[in-house]
């Protein structure tokens, strides 16, 4: 809890342990279906945050990011049995992606997005530009309520701080707006 932030959207499927040893933690999140905005704390080194999903994973430092397990239809469905895509885009620092049952990784860093499906060979090739769609998505999932608990909202500042792609995502209006503003 002390981390980092989840924020999950409606209709998603998600499960969350956290394993606590005097050397750090161990957080896992299985996302099976739908959408999460994470935000880690930089700098947490005996601190694993690994994000799970049916075809891939996301080991993460020090990271903002949109985890997305969705059917291609738009329903919900099983996914670990279904072809969903699975996308991580990333808002600030990076995380390196690796699919499941395979040894090699791909880097995903700030401003970048990756779309996968289950069938597909993870490669660089797969990385693009973060598109608005995503930045969209992870403004949705993040809006910052200052009123919450003192130390939900410390953190919160504390991210926001260190991270001017939160501090527009948090104020009103689209990103375009903002960077317009």
Do not use: W
């Not at 397990?69 to 969903?84: H, M, R, Y």
């Amino acid at each position: 809890a002390d981390s980092g932030i989840i924020k999950m959207s409606k209709n998603s499927d998600i499960e969350i342990s956290s394993l606590m040893n005097p050397n750090g933690s161990d957080t896992n999140v299985q996302v099976n279906y739908g959408k999460i905005a994470t935000m880690v704390k930089k700098g947490q080194k005996t601190t694993e945050f690994t994000v799970f999903t049916p075809t891939a994973l996301a080991g993460v430092r020090g990271t903002s990011f949109l985890t997305s397990v969705e059917s291609p239809e738009g329903s919900k469905i099983n996914c670990a049995k279904a072809n969903c895509t699975v996308r991580f885009a990333v808002i600030e620092g990076t995380i390196a992606v690796s699919k499941k049952g395979e040894s090699s990784e791909v880097i995903l860093s700030k401003n970048r997005e990756l779309r996968i499906e289950k069938n597909q060979k993870l490669t660089d090739k797969l990385i693009r530009s973060l598109q608005n769609d995503s930045l969209s998505e992870m403004k949705e999932l993040i809006v910052l309520h200052k009123n919450e608990t003192f130390e939900y909202g410390k953190l919160v500042e504390e991210l926001k701080s260190s991270s001017e792609e939160l501090k527009i995502l948090s104020q009103s209006g689209s990103v375009e707006e903002v960077k317009a503003a």
